[in-house]
């Protein structure tokens, strides 16, 4: 039997012109890779994400696919997207996972390791 293995790297962006420190409002962008490193295809379905900010609020999302897409990613294949989210202080974390299914109809989550979302120079 062929185990699935998808590799996800994120990278986060502050967005200083969307964001509004004097509201307590803080932008980012995070730039998302998947990479099938498995032997056998595998469609992304949904997403599940943990969104935590410096006052440990948590928001939770879920959802069908990623920006409108739910890609089949065959072996060696990858899929890049982009996305953001508002936090009310500069600093944050994300992690989540990916509900995906093999083509021969086996389930599995892909996990997303937490990183972290911050505004420029305030971690060292």
């Known amino acids: 039997m062929n185990v699935p293995q998808i590799s996800i790297a994120a990278q986060p962006e502050y967005l200083p012109e969307e964001s509004d420190p004097a509201q307590n409002r803080y932008a980012f962008a995070y730039h998302i890779s998947i990479r099938n490193t498995g032997q056998i295809a595998a469609q992304l379905i949904a997403r599940h994400w943990l969104i935590t900010d410096a006052n440990n609020a948590v928001q939770e999302v879920r959802g069908l696919g990623v920006i409108g897409y739910q890609p089949l990613l065959q ?43 911050t505004i420029p120079r305030v971690l060292h």
Not at 95 to 113: H, K, L, N, R
């Open 75 to 117: 072996p060696g294949e990858s899929f890049e997207y982009s996305s953001g989210c508002i936090l009310e202080t500069p600093v944050g974390t994300m992690q989540g996972s990916y509900q995906m299914m093999t083509v021969d109809g086996q389930a599995f989550d892909a996990p997303i390791a937490e990183f972290v979302l």
